[in-house]
């Protein structure tokens, strides 16, 4: 091969490699619904805890001993579930656990899992969350905030009259 061709080659593997890489990167830490289809219902048993799951939300947390991430995600998840009522942060060693690896389909540390009150699976984050999609995920999941109304509003039907 002649160096031209070398060098283009070598072009072309870095820059497909850049793209791999940059595709990479902006998935991590993107919440994914799961959709209607994928939707399960988990009880503290089916991920090995005996922490019971939040009456509001659970945060379920993937982990091995070996990953870097992890501990971070760890304490802002862990952050997230105590400042808000009703809300718990397990963290599931699979170390030992391939079992559970395979079961929910954990192709990386930290994975976190959103389930609500009822313990049924909304959503999955691969890589470490962002704390601000987090948070919004589970007010969604706590519903609609209730409007004050005042008496003007209630009357006319318009939150504008006066």
């Known amino acids: 091969m002649n160096p031209l061709g070398a060098a283009l080659v070598l072009v072309a ?3 497909v490699a850049t793209a791999l890489g940059l595709v990479y990167r902006s998935r991590q830490g993107v919440i994914r619904d799961v959709a209607d289809t994928e939707v399960t219902v988990l ?4 991920v ?3 922490v019971p799951f ?6 379920v947390q993937f982990s091995t001993e070996h990953c870097a991430r992890c501990p971070g995600t760890n304490r802002l998840l862990s952050g997230i579930a105590d400042a ?4 718990t942060h397990l963290d599931v060693d699979l170390t030992h656990r391939a079992d559970l690896a395979a079961r929910f389909g954990v192709l990386q540390t930290p994975t976190t899992l959103i389930l609500d009150g009822s313990g049924r699976l ?8 962002h704390r601000t999609d987090v948070i919004r995920h589970l007010d969604q999941l706590a519903g609609p905030a209730p409007e004050s109304r005042t008496p003007s509003s ?6 504008h009259a006066q």
């Open 13 to 15: 593997l870095v820059a």
């Open 43 to 46: 009880t503290p048993a089916d």
């Open 48 to 50: 090995g805890s005996q």
């Open 54 to 59: 939040g009456a509001a939300a659970t945060l």
């Open 84 to 87: 808000r009522t009703g809300v």
């Open 122 to 129: 909304h959503a999955r984050v691969g890589g470490p969350p």
């Open 154 to 159: 209630t009357l006319s039907g318009s939150p």
